[in-house]
């Protein structure tokens, strides 16, 4: 696959530098995990130069172990949509921890962040709780095998799904980001069950459909994509997916773990009026805490074990802390709420177009609810080629520049961003200056 080299040793690999104690944290992290981090993202490969390693979090704000402060739009790659450290969480995991911090049993508050799933999604009639997106698309692909008795799935080129065997196939994120194959240490023959076509290409995605058809368990997407940059679907693309599924008899999966609860309340399902026969939810759902969950159809979801033979099981699935923080995220993200964010990433991404028009660079920017995103090419991407085609060193410097004034970016052209309802107009008005200062300093690099 084309791919963007990770960075070493050109000009934009020495970009500002971080403070002291980041460095020093960093070199003993170096010392003990690959590539210093436990998510290899977060290790700017593709942008160079080295993480500042974060101290703490408040409302729309980090700040880092020199005591550099940033307005962030990672929100920790998606789930903060409250915010950093948001009171109305702390209280209900300081209120939940009193009486215990795990069981392996069931407890009420899986009970509830369940029912509170399903009455924004009713889709989903029934769910699993897991603790991370890898676990759920992963346990998603073994339940369509087994219903559909067939070994195949298709997936989109720069879609990702998390980190399991079938998925790491022409896969965006950290895969994209840092130019890596897409499935060393992964069996062939189990990589080959894995067919591709191109994003919002329904002409090539049919092709392949039918070709495998009768061998097709599941046609899996991100309905808006965040790991390849963000892209928005084509108007048909879902609705077109959806037909092909029907068609074939495979099961269409919507890989929700980035756009739940922030592209709409009720998801794809609410905002495409398209309904996938499975999801896979995750970040939102649990608050900032690791939880993410996998649900559908009952006659589906009741050939899950116990119910039935397909086998899944996690000691702190259904965790009462993680279960906590992720109510009391949802109780809060009222659809006024909601709305409101989507509003402020409107403006946002109003305000960078202008700034960026200002300046004569190409450049594209988007947001679907709270989730958006930002590509240097003219329009904006509606495929992974596209996004490979956007000025990514020009992204780099900019990224660097933006970070030294005080903006947290993801570290990739390949990662969507996040907004969330601690980022005021105050946020916006400053991230506008800033980029602007950023982009003019970047460009006279
Ligand atoms: N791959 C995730 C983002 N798409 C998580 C990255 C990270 O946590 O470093």
Redesign the pocket.
């Known amino acids: 696959m084309t791919s963007t080299p990770a960075v070493s040793g050109s000009r934009t690999a020495v970009p500002d530098a971080v403070g002291p104690r980041s460095a020093a944290i960093m070199e003993r992290a170096r010392a003990l995990f690959p590539g210093g981090?436990n998510?290899?993202?977060?290790a700017y490969g593709a942008v160079g130069g080295e993480p500042f390693v974060v101290e703490r979090g408040e409302g729309a704000r980090i700040w880092d172990a020199d005591g550099r402060e940033y307005i962030d739009y990672v929100l920790?790659?998606?789930p903060l949509v409250l915010g950093h450290a948001p009171p109305v969480v702390l209280d209900a995991l300081r209120e939940t921890m009193q009486r215990g911090t795990s069981f392996g049993m069931p407890s009420e508050l899986e009970v509830q962040l369940g029912e509170a799933i399903r009455a924004r999604m009713p889709h989903l009639e029934m769910l699993r709780f897991v603790s991370s997106g890898t676990e759920a698309t992963m346990s998603l692909l073994r339940l369509a095998r087994a219903y559909t008795g067939r070994d195949r799935v298709l997936k989109f080129d720069g879609c990702?799904h998390g980190h399991a065997d079938s998925f790491l196939v022409r896969a965006g994120?950290?895969v994209a980001t840092l130019g890596i194959p897409g499935s060393p240490g992964i069996p062939r023959e189990l990589a080959a069950l894995t067919l591709t076509a191109p994003l919002n290409d329904l002409g090539a995605t049919a092709e392949t459909a039918r070709k495998f058809g009768g061998e097709l368990a599941a046609i899996i997407v991100e309905p808006v994509v965040?790991?390849a940059g963000f892209i928005a679907p084509d108007r048909d693309f879902l609705p077109g997916l959806r037909a092909l599924a029907d068609e074939t008899g495979a099961l269409l999966i919507f890989d929700e773990v980035?756009t739940g609860y922030r592209i709409a309340l009720g998801g794809a399902h609410e905002r495409f009026g398209v309904t996938p026969d499975l999801t896979a939810l995750g970040k939102v759902i649990g608050g900032g805490l690791p939880v993410a969950a996998y649900g559908g159809r009952r006659d589906l979801m009741e050939r899950v074990a116990p119910s039935g033979p397909v086998y899944q099981a996690g000691t702190l699935s259904g965790n009462p802390l993680a279960m906590a923080a992720g109510l009391a995220t949802l109780r809060s993200l009222t659809p006024v709420l909601h709305d409101r964010i989507s509003v402020r990433a409107g403006e946002l991404v109003e305000g960078l177009r202008q700034v960026a028009g200002r300046h004569g660079v190409p450049f594209s920017a988007d947001h679907a609810g709270s989730m958006w995103g930002f590509s240097f090419r003219d329009r904006p991407p509606r495929s992974f080629a596209d996004a490979q085609q956007a000025d990514i060193g020009l992204f780099r410097r900019v990224f660097h520049a933006a970070r030294a004034r005080g903006l947290s970016f993801?570290p990739s052209a390949y990662?969507a961003a996040f907004m969330s309802a601690a980022h005021g107009t105050r946020e916006v008005a400053e991230t506008l200056e800033r980029f602007d200062d950023a982009l003019r300093a970047a460009i006279a690099a």
């Open positions: 981090v998510s290899p993202v977060r920790s790659w998606g990702y994120s950290g965040g790991n980035m993801a990662e």
